[in-house]
């Protein structure tokens, strides 16, 4: 399957350490399928950050390359550059997913390269049409709480836990998607 054809899983970079404690590749469970990692900008560079920090231990390392490697620079067309995704990168973003991404405040850290809650708002949003997978709690990923894209970590694990697979949880995730129409559900 050609990868334009693949549904997109972004993996929020506060996932990826629950991933690789349980030992689960995403990159690996998912070759061949008809889904696709992929990663925005700010998330490539949250990636590359971990990978470059002292204290991150090397089995989440391996997993933060891997989804590097196999995975696809995607997100929202833009010109700009980062966050926004260049040419064959990105899709044009629609009037609701522009209102969703214009109604996050996104402030400046002095001492970090990316501002505050910016990842997250292009996460939040790319969740009404695509996989992402999170361990966030904070007040703002509440707004997407209905997305039927967005999957908490904690729904991944009980899956899991109960003899699902990453891929079977993932479409039947689209299917319900799909079947919905509105990419909404009620959790």
């Not at 501002?115 to 790319?126: A, H, M, Y």
């Not at 703002?140 to 904690?154: E, P, Q, S, T, V």
């Not at 694990?157 to 129409?181: P, W």
């Given at each position: 399957m050609d990868t334009y054809q693949k549904r997109l899983v972004f993996i929020d970079s506060c996932a990826v350490n629950h991933f690789a404690g349980i030992n689960l590749d995403p990159t690996k469970e998912l070759h061949g399928t008809e889904f696709q990692i992929a990663f925005t900008p700010d998330l490539e560079a949250e990636y590359r950050q971990a990978l470059a920090h002292p204290r991150v231990e090397p089995h989440i390392k391996q997993l933060l390359g891997a989804l590097l490697e196999r995975g696809m620079p995607s997100g929202y067309f833009g010109l700009d550059g980062p966050p926004f995704?260049?040419?064959?990168?990105?899709?044009?973003?629609?009037?609701?997913?522009?209102?969703?991404?214009?109604?996050?405040?996104?402030?400046?850290?002095?001492?970090?390269?990316?501002?505050?809650?910016?990842?997250?708002?292009?996460?939040?949003?790319?969740?009404?049409?695509?996989?992402?997978?999170?361990?966030?709690?904070?007040?703002?990923?509440?707004?997407?709480?209905?997305?039927?894209?967005?999957?908490?970590?904690?729904?991944?694990?009980?899956?899991?836990?109960?003899?699902?697979?990453?891929?079977?949880?993932?479409?039947?995730?689209?299917?319900?998607?799909?079947?919905?129409?509105t990419a909404q559900i009620q959790r």
């Amino acid at each position: 399957m050609d990868t334009y054809q693949k549904r997109l899983v972004f993996i929020d970079s506060c996932a990826v350490n629950h991933f690789a404690g349980i030992n689960l590749d995403p990159t690996k469970e998912l070759h061949g399928t008809e889904f696709q990692i992929a990663f925005t900008p700010d998330l490539e560079a949250e990636y590359r950050q971990a990978l470059a920090h002292p204290r991150v231990e090397p089995h989440i390392k391996q997993l933060l390359g891997a989804l590097l490697e196999r995975g696809m620079p995607s997100g929202y067309f833009g010109l700009d550059g980062p966050p926004f995704s260049g040419l064959d990168e990105g899709r044009f973003i629609s009037p609701s997913e522009l209102q969703s991404l214009d109604s996050i405040a996104i402030r400046p850290r002095s001492n970090k390269q990316i501002p505050k809650n910016r990842t997250d708002s292009f996460l939040i949003t790319l969740a009404q049409t695509e996989i992402v997978v999170t361990s966030e709690t904070q007040a703002i990923w509440n707004r997407a709480k209905d997305y039927a894209g967005l999957i908490f970590w904690n729904e991944i694990k009980t899956g899991i836990d109960q003899g699902s697979t990453l891929l079977s949880i993932f479409r039947c995730r689209i299917a319900l998607m799909n079947a919905n129409g509105t990419a909404q559900i009620q959790r």
